[in-house]
């Protein structure tokens, strides 16, 4: 995919552990942590450090990221939005897209202007139904 970058540059604070487990097991691209499986994910967060849950968000991010050539921010506002997978966003509507994730940078007190609008919901959600369909 032109422009694609799969190793992980940074992640958001809230992940800071899990990104520490990561580098201990050489993790360092977006589609090794897509690949894992949900027993090697409790193996990672068996030392205490990582989180299962959060490592699964990151998993999810993964699959954001790698499906639909988005950044981890973006990637992550989604997931935190409640949109998890490239499904989820296929069976959205933009106006909905928009709605929840402007939410959740209101509630986040972010106080940037809003990354998602009509045009950009409707190119994610768009590219999201291809890779669906």
Same mark, same amino acid.
């Given at each position: 995919?032109?422009?694609?970058?799969?190793?992980?540059?940074?992640?958001?604070?809230?992940?800071?552990?899990?990104?520490?487990?990561?580098?201990?097991?050489?993790?360092?691209?977006?589609? !090794?942590?897509? *690949? =894992?499986?949900?027993?090697?994910?409790?193996? #990672?967060? /068996?030392?205490?450090?990582?989180?299962? +849950? %959060? $490592?699964?968000?990151?998993?999810?991010?993964a699959d954001l990221i790698c499906s639909?050539?988005?950044?981890?921010?973006?990637?992550?506002?989604?997931?935190?939005?409640?949109?998890? !997978?490239?499904? *989820? =966003?296929?069976?959205?509507?933009?106006?909905? #897209?928009? /709605?929840?994730?402007?939410?959740?940078? +209101? %509630? $986040?007190?972010?106080?940037?202007?809003?990354?998602?609008?009509?045009?950009?919901?409707?190119?994610?959600?768009?590219?999201?139904?291809?890779?669906?369909?």
């Amino acid at each position: 995919m032109p422009g694609f970058n799969d190793a992980i540059q940074e992640l958001p604070q809230s992940f800071r552990r899990e990104k520490k487990e990561l580098d201990r097991v050489g993790i360092n691209r977006w589609s !090794t942590i897509r *690949a =894992l499986t949900d027993f090697e994910l409790s193996q #990672l967060a /068996r030392s205490g450090q990582a989180s299962a +849950r %959060n $490592l699964k968000r990151l998993r999810g991010m993964a699959d954001l990221i790698c499906s639909l050539n988005l950044p981890t921010q973006d990637a992550a506002l989604l997931m935190h939005a409640g949109i998890p !997978t490239p499904s *989820a =966003l296929a069976a959205c509507t933009p106006e909905r #897209l928009v /709605r929840q994730t402007g939410r959740l940078e +209101r %509630n $986040l007190g972010t106080k940037r202007p809003a990354v998602v609008n009509l045009r950009v919901a409707g190119d994610w959600i768009r590219r999201a139904r291809q890779l669906v369909n």
